[in-house]
């Protein structure tokens, strides 16, 4: 498997605290969504470390088709 599984076409909007780092699931397959569960295993696809610089709510890729993940960046319209 090297194509993500497009869960849903929309951003999932997800709390982040300032200093944490997260693995956004880049490979769709996760029952975590937008985290990583390690279902990846056994694709050619990993997780994609995100550092939350302060403490918001951000749009994170739900398609998996953005060209900035893990987040959004509207590539999920034209799906
Ligand atoms: Fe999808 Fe890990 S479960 S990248
Ligand atoms: Fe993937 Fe918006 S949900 S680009």
């Known amino acids: ?3 993500p ?3 849903q076409k929309k951003p999932y909007l997800v ?4 200093g944490k780092t997260y693995y956004w699931c880049s490979c ?3 029952k975590k969504q937008p985290f990583c569960d ?3 295993k056994g694709t050619d696809l990993v ?3 995100y550092k939350a610089t302060e403490t918001k709510t951000v749009a994170m890729c739900g398609c998996k088709a953005s060209a900035n993940k893990p ?3 509207g590539a999920h319209t034209k799906l």
């Not at 709390?15 to 300032?18: A, G």
């Open 15 to 18: 709390e982040v605290e300032s």
């Open 28 to 30: 769709g397959l996760s």
């Open 5 to 7: 599984v497009v869960v």
């Open 1 to 3: 498997m090297t194509k």
């Open 71 to 73: 987040l959004c960046d």
């Open 47 to 49: 997780p994609v470390a």
């Open 38 to 40: 390690g279902s990846h």
